[in-house]
């Protein structure tokens, strides 16, 4: 079993379209996480989620709404997409104590193309 | 900034050679985390070391880390090819864990 799954793996589609990737994780941990990696590699956190509820909103602009039905779920649905936004989106999991965090479990990316 | 600084950004060597990397950063931290990620994959976790230890073993690879420069390495012994990906150091610091760009390994047999 996959202990962190996102779908889809691939997403390509036209700038101003609505697109969400979804995530779900096995491991009972209670934090999840989404990552956006840029073409140059750099990895820059987006949001956590601790028992569904938001610890971290990284400056994301508000066309990024994640939504977490359970500590099982994270999901990320983009409005309006725009060109800057293509990218690969990482979903991770962590079991975290006292606010330090454990080892990060990481989906295999999706990776987003804006046309 | 909070987010851990890969140096260098490539490193080529051939099997049997050690990779040094480094990493830098410039918050307080509680531990600081070592992942690699192959191309086209998600990360893997590696190594985490507590922010009251000094080294690291696992396997062939040995970390460091160095609280009063705020830095941290990654040693790997004997590559392989095998090794060939990007590794990523990841500082956390009070609840964030924040990556920077990776330094990219090659190893050519």
């Known amino acids: 079993d996959t202990a962190v799954s996102q779908t889809p793996k691939y997403l390509v589609t036209q700038m101003g379209n609505d697109k969400s990737i979804k995530c779900e994780q096995n491991?009972?941990?209670?934090?999840m996480y989404w990552y956006k990696q840029d073409s140059k590699k750099f990895l820059k956190i987006m949001f956590s989620?601790?028992?569904?509820?938001?610890?971290i909103n990284e400056t994301v602009p508000n066309r990024f709404s994640p939504k977490s039905p359970d500590k099982a779920h994270l999901n990320l649905h983009i409005n309006s997409l725009e060109l800057g936004d293509s990218a690969v989106y990482f979903c991770?999991?962590?079991?975290?104590?006292?606010?330090?965090?454990?080892?990060?479990?990481f989906g295999e990316g999706s990776r987003l193309t804006v046309l | 900034s909070q987010q851990g600084e890969e140096d260098p950004q490539a490193l080529s060597i051939q099997e049997g050679e050690n990779a040094t990397m480094n990493c830098s950063y410039k918050?307080?931290?509680?531990?600081l985390q070592w992942y690699r990620q192959n191309s086209g994959r998600g990360l893997v976790h590696l190594i985490l070391i507590r922010s009251n230890e000094r080294e690291k073993h696992s396997g062939r690879l040995r970390v460091t880390l160095d609280t009063s420069k705020k830095s941290s390495s990654l040693l790997i012994t004997a590559s392989r090819a095998a090794d060939t990906a990007s590794y990523f150091c990841a500082p956390d610091s009070w609840g964030k864990l924040q990556f920077g760009a990776g330094t990219q390994v090659v190893v050519t047999p």
């Open positions: 991770a999991s962590s079991q975290t104590s006292g606010g330090a965090h454990g080892e990060l479990f």
């Open positions: 918050t307080s931290i509680n531990n």
């Open positions: 989620y601790n028992n569904k509820e938001l610890i």
């Open positions: 491991l009972g941990h209670d934090t």
